[in-house]
C-alpha cells in the first residue's frame, strides 16, 4: 500500500475497545448510525478504502462487488457467516474476504443448550406466569409440566466447531448424540461424544427428539428442513436453530406446530424480509415457540474477540501475507 495508513470502513459500531484498537493501527471510519446501509450509501462510504469490514447484514452481492473502488483489497467479516457474501465475485475481483471463525463456538453452544433447556422444560413459559398478577395461583403437582430432557436423543446438523461444541454440553444434561454428514467424522471426535453418524438427514429426523442445527447456508442447505423434511421429523420433536434462517421453511415450520405435529421450536435467526413471520409471531405469543433476537454469540468476550481477530486478518493482509482466516472461493455463497 502506498497511503501511510491504510483507510478501513467500518459497517458497523463494534465495541469501544475494538474502534479505538482500529483507531490506532489504521485511518478508520466507523458507520455511527450503526443501522444497515443500503447499496448506494455502502459503495459511497468505501470510496477509497483498502479495507471494508463487513457483518452479516451488509448484502455484498456481484453486483456491488463490481461497484466498488479499485482501491479495496480485502472484505475482512466480522462474523463466523459468510453467505452475505458473494465469495466467487470477490476472488474474480481480486479481492480477498476473510471471516472470524472459532471465536463464536462456545457462547453460540451455551445459547443452544439454553434453548434447548427453555422448551422442553417451559422456562419462558413459566416465568411469564409471575409477571401477570393474579394468574398464578400457587404449586401444584399437575401445574407447568415439561418434559425430561435426560434420555432424549439430539440430532445435530452439521458438527463443525459449534456442532461439537452443543454435543458436548448437551451429553452432560444426558442427552444421546446424533449428527447427520456428508462425511463422518474420526473416532477421535465420535467416541468421546458417543455420536452415531447418519449419512443422512431423513433417517436422522425421524429418530430425534430435538434437532439442531449448526450448518451454514448454500446453495445445498438453503430449505435444509423444508415443509416435507419438517414433516418427517418425530412426532413431539422440537427444532433449535441460531445458524441461519434460510435453513428452514418457516411455513412448513409454523404448520407443524400449529398441527401439532412438533412440540415447538427455538429460533434465534429468521427469514421473514419484513421483521419476524406474523405466524412465527403468534405461536410465541401462545408459548408454543421461542423467539430470540439473534443473541447466539452475543457476550461483550465474543464480540470482542471477533474485532481482534478482524485485526490480525487485516494486518496480516496489509504486511502482504495470506491472512489466516481467508474464506476460499469454493467455499460457495448463495448470493
Not at 61 to 73: C, E, H, K, Q, V
Request: include cysteine; charged fraction near 25%; charge should be negative.
Amino acid at each position: 500500500m502506498t497511503r501511510a495508513r491504510p483507510k478501513v470502513f467500518v459497517t458497523r459500531r463494534l465495541p469501544g475497545v475494538v474502534e479505538e484498537r482500529m483507531a490506532a493501527l489504521f485511518d478508520t471510519e466507523v458507520n455511527i448510525g450503526d443501522t444497515p446501509l443500503d447499496r448506494t450509501a455502502l459503495v459511497a462510504r468505501a470510496h477509497d478504502c483498502d479495507v471494508l469490514v463487513s457483518s452479516i447484514t451488509d448484502r455484498i452481492d456481484a453486483d456491488l462487488i463490481a461497484s466498488l473502488p479499485a482501491s479495496l483489497r480485502l472484505i475482512a467479516q466480522f462474523g463466523n457467516g459468510f453467505d452475505n457474501i458473494n465469495i466467487e465475485a470477490a476472488h474474480q475481483a481480486g479481492i480477498t474476504v476473510t471471516n472470524t471463525p472459532s471465536v463464536l463456538s462456545e457462547d453460540t453452544a451455551d445459547m443452544a443448550m439454553a434453548l434447548m433447556l427453555s422448551v422442553p422444560r417451559r422456562l419462558i413459559e413459566g416465568s411469564q406466569v409471575l409477571l401477570e398478577d393474579g394468574t398464578w395461583s400457587g404449586w401444584s403437582p399437575t401445574w407447568m409440566l415439561g418434559q425430561r430432557v435426560a434420555g432424549k436423543a439430539l440430532g445435530i446438523v452439521g458438527l463443525g466447531r459449534i456442532g461439537m461444541a452443543v454435543a458436548r454440553r448437551a451429553r452432560a444434561f444426558g442427552l444421546s448424540i446424533h449428527y447427520c454428514g456428508r462425511v463422518r467424522k474420526s473416532a477421535q471426535i465420535e467416541e468421546p461424544l458417543e455420536a452415531t453418524w447418519w449419512p443422512e438427514i431423513d433417517e436422522m429426523l425421524g429418530i430425534a427428539d430435538i434437532v439442531s442445527l449448526h450448518t451454514p447456508h448454500t446453495r445445498d442447505t438453503f430449505h435444509i428442513l423444508s415443509a416435507e423434511r419438517l414433516a418427517r421429523m418425530k412426532k413431539g420433536a422440537v427444532l433449535v436453530n441460531l445458524s441461519r434462517p434460510e435453513l428452514v421453511d418457516e411455513e412448513g415450520l409454523a404448520e407443524m406446530i400449529e398441527t401439532g405435529h412438533l412440540a415447538g421450536a427455538a429460533l434465534d435467526v429468521f427469514e421473514h424480509k419484513k421483521g419476524v413471520n406474523p405466524r412465527l409471531l403468534e405461536l410465541a405469543r401462545a408459548n408454543r415457540l421461542i423467539l430470540t433476537p439473534h443473541m447466539g454469540s452475543a457476550t461483550l468476550e465474543s464480540r470482542i474477540e471477533m474485532g481482534e481477530t478482524v485485526i490480525v486478518n487485516i494486518r496480516t493482509f496489509l504486511d502482504g501475507h495470506p491472512p489466516p482466516h481467508r474464506v476460499l472461493p469454493d467455499a460457495k455463497s448463495p448470493i
